[in-house]
Every structure is written in structure tokens, then in C-alpha cells.
């Protein structure tokens, strides 16, 4: 999850700086100077995303027992597929 936000936001970056494919290829510009050039680094991202999850979980945790996310997240399956079943992805 943390690669595909990466992504996302590197692209936007890029897109903020006006900077092409062609133009990373021919003059070497990484992603990291860009993320210098303009203040914002991938590590506010993991920050970001971190925080949400928190918050989220701590959602959860006071929601009544019957609700279906706390019953899920508490759930406990013994037996999680038939042995030699096939794997489900």
C-alpha cells in the first residue's frame, strides 16, 4: 500500500515540476531531488498513512460488538483453507 501512495505521489511531483520521462532519462533527475526541490518528502506520506491507520483502528475499537468491521477485526478463522486446498489470493 505504501509503494502504490510512493507512486502516486512521485508522479504528482513530477507533474508540479513540469518534469517529463524523457526529460528524468536525459538529464538523470530523481525523484528524491525533486521531493527536495519541493519540500515535500515521501516520509510525510508513510507519516500520513500511519496516522490514518491509527485512527482508524481506534474507530473500530469503539464501535459496538455487533457492528460488522469491529466483528471482523476481531474475528479468528481456526482453519483458514483445506489442507492442500488451493491458495486464494
Known amino acids: 500500500m505504501i509503494q502504490k501512495h510512493s507512486r502516486w505521489h512521485?508522479?504528482?511531483?513530477?507533474e508540479m515540476c513540469r518534469v517529463t520521462m524523457c526529460q528524468t532519462f536525459v538529464y538523470s533527475i530523481t525523484s528524491k531531488s525533486l521531493q527536495q526541490r519541493t519540500g515535500l518528502f515521501e516520509i510525510q506520506i508513510q507519516h500520513?498513512?500511519?496516522?490514518?491507520?491509527?485512527?482508524?483502528?481506534?474507530?473500530?475499537?469503539?464501535?459496538?460488538?455487533?457492528r460488522l468491521p469491529k466483528?471482523?477485526?476481531?474475528s479468528w478463522v481456526s482453519t483458514p483453507r483445506v489442507t492442500g486446498g488451493q491458495e486464494m489470493t
Open 10 to 14: 512521485n508522479k504528482r511531483i513530477c
Open 48 to 66: 500520513y498513512l500511519a496516522s490514518r491507520t491509527l485512527l482508524w483502528a481506534g474507530h473500530v475499537a469503539r464501535m459496538p460488538k455487533h
Open 71 to 74: 466483528r471482523l477485526m476481531l
